[in-house]
């Protein structure tokens, strides 16, 4: 393979302007000319990794299959171009400074003075170097925006990384705001031209840059940004927003993305295949039809909480011709309510969910969805938590354990979910213990799963053997198994030595599947995920809008 070319994707003006979407898209039009690909998000919190931030702070953590706890972004770069991420592709302030630490602490450094520059530079740049010879691109996003103290030494090492492997390997993309203002009628281009200073200050001259807006960039401003920017107009690139995520890809390309990015490394490629996207995109935008998904949990209000199950569940819909009408319900509403009042807020539901969540809070609410949708027959998705509390309603309302209940929760004499201790991965033993780190200790990445023949779950995925992802501390205390089962509950997904149930569901039932794991993270949008695609069917049978 020859030499990787670097692409480093910085930010200005505001923050959640899409980076990540927008390298993403890139990378998928790079793809689709022939190229491979590789990204990398390099966040300057000091966190070690987002594993114990709250959603309310850093929506979804998303799992990589050697059980990296990462950033959102990591969930755009694997839809969009379908590349696995690891460990490598996530590289944060705390994990940057715990490795120059340890290695201080070791005496790697021979006594000298460890500062920023160059040991904490020269670790971020070691973290860009594990891209090359990876991929033909490598694409590196820089969380934050210019001008922050924190990003400050992420800047200066990409600055110190195109002098290092040569400026014709790298290109700097610099996504930026040019907001209108309603009263004066215009489009302000001065946003713009200062953070395009503040990076230049910096030591990086941007090379292209990528102006988000609400409605097209006209001649004459794409002008004087560059005039100010120090260069083409045509590299003054324009991204409006969209009324899907994947007509993003389309859209770049119209702009000319793609072709000024090959023309800055010299590079000639085929024109990139876009009808796959194209197609996605027209789904999202102009379904057949419709179903509503209720899901309940406790993040509902916050659109990144849910990030790759919202995706999952569009792609889903595309395997049906259908889109998804959100109904995020706060689980603590539905607490108390009567079967009446139950029955009027579920009466247009096709479909109900209840996702992984941490914590007693809303419990009870969730609860009572589960159990609304197994006497009901309204076709029910549970996913980690969701799955444990659907073990748990079983077991109190049909097995007759009264007091089933998990002990993350709390101290209980029947604990059908209990803290998982040990286990096995790769032939080889992890423990935990309660009092231990919260941070990186839980079942973390993927493991794999023997299906049991003749079941929903066989049936979905038509095959004997999965691998799924996970993230949860708590397990189904397997001494229960035999008298669930004697219930009527099957367990249809379990570790290969039998230790771990994976997935539980209901015979007699239109569509009753809990899984443990986590399905969302392997979801795309080219290839939506089996049980999503089927789940997502029944519940347009129950009940299409």
């Known amino acids: 393979m020859n030499k990787t070319h670097y692409i480093f994707i910085t930010g200005g003006v505001v923050s959640s302007l899409g980076k990540g979407v927008s390298g993403a898209a890139l990378a998928a039009l790079l793809q689709s000319r022939g190229f491979t690909v590789r990204m990398q998000k390099l966040d300057p919190y000091i966190n070690v990794d987002p594993g114990t931030m709250s959603p309310h702070q850093h929506g979804e953590v998303f799992v990589t299959d050697d059980g990296a706890e990462t950033d959102l972004d990591l969930g755009h770069y694997e839809r969009f171009t379908n590349v696995m991420t690891s460990q490598t592709n996530n590289y944060t302030t705390g994990r940057i400074y715990q490795t120059v630490i340890d290695k201080e602490r070791r005496g790697d450094y021979l006594g000298a003075t ?36 924190e990003s400050l030494p992420f800047l200066e090492a990409i600055r110190q990384y195109a002098n290092q492997v040569g400026r014709e390997r790298c290109l700097f993309l610099h996504l930026t705001l040019v907001p209108y203002i309603p009263t004066a009628g215009e489009l302000k281009t001065k946003p713009t031209q200062h953070s395009v200073k503040e990076l230049l200050s910096i030591g990086i001259q941007a090379d292209i840059l990528l102006c988000r807006s609400d409605r097209p960039l006209p001649k004459g401003e794409r002008e ?30 119209k702009e000319g993305l793609d072709d000024r990015v090959l023309e800055h490394f010299r590079l000639g490629a085929p024109k990139p295949r876009l009808k796959p996207w194209q197609d996605v995109a027209k789904l999202d935008t102009e379904p057949k039809d419709k179903v509503r998904i209720s899901v309940v949990g406790k993040y509902g209000q916050l659109g990144d909480a849910y990030m790759s199950l919202k995706e999952a569940l569009k792609h889903g819909g595309y395997a049906n011709t259908s889109g998804i009408d959100y109904d995020f319900i706060e689980a603590e509403d539905l607490e108390g309510l009567t079967k009446e009042q139950l029955d009027e807020r579920f009466a247009d539901t096709g479909g109900i969910l209840v996702p992984g969540g941490f914590g007693e809070r809303g419990t009870a609410g969730k609860i009572a969805a589960i159990e609304y949708a197994r006497t009901n027959n309204v076709p029910y998705f549970g996913i980690c938590l969701g799955m444990q509390l659907a073990v748990v309603e079983f077991a109190r309302h049909v097995a007759n354990i009264k007091n089933a209940n998990s002990s993350e929760f709390g101290p209980v004499d029947d604990a059908v979910i ?22 990186g200790t839980m079942r973390l990445g993927s493991y794999p799963c023997a299906l049991v023949k003749g079941t929903k779950a066989a049936e979905v995925y038509s095959a004997d053997n999965i691998d799924e992802r996970h ?75």
Do not use: C
């Not at 160059?118 to 010879?133: A, Q």
């Not at 005039?227 to 009324?243: K, T």
């Open 114 to 149: 460890v500062q920023v520059i160059p040991h904490i530079t020269n670790e971020i740049k070691n973290g860009i170097d594990t891209s090359e010879g990876q991929a033909d691109f490598a694409l590196v996003e820089i969380g934050g925006t210019v001008g922050d103290i």
């Open 224 to 253: 004087k940004i560059a005039l100010f920017s120090n260069m083409r107009a045509d590299r003054v690139i324009n991204g409006v927003d969209q009324r899907s995520v994947y007509d993003v890809i389309t859209e770049l390309h």
């Open 418 to 439: 209990g803290l998982m201790t040990e286990w096995d991965k790769g032939g080889k033993s992890e423990k935990r213990s309660k009092d231990g780190d919260l941070g």
């Open 471 to 545: 993230r949860h501390r708590y397990e189904f205390n397997i001494s229960y198994k035999q008298q669930l089962e004697d219930a009527g509950l099957t367990f249809s997904g379990m570790s290969p030595d039998g230790k771990l149930a994976e997935i539980v569901e209901l015979k007699d039932h239109p569509w009753f599947v809990a899984v443990q794991f986590h399905p969302e993270f392997k979801s795309r949008p080219l290839d939506p995920h089996p049980l999503f695609a089927s789940f997502v069917k029944a519940s347009l049978k129950h009940k299409a809008l």
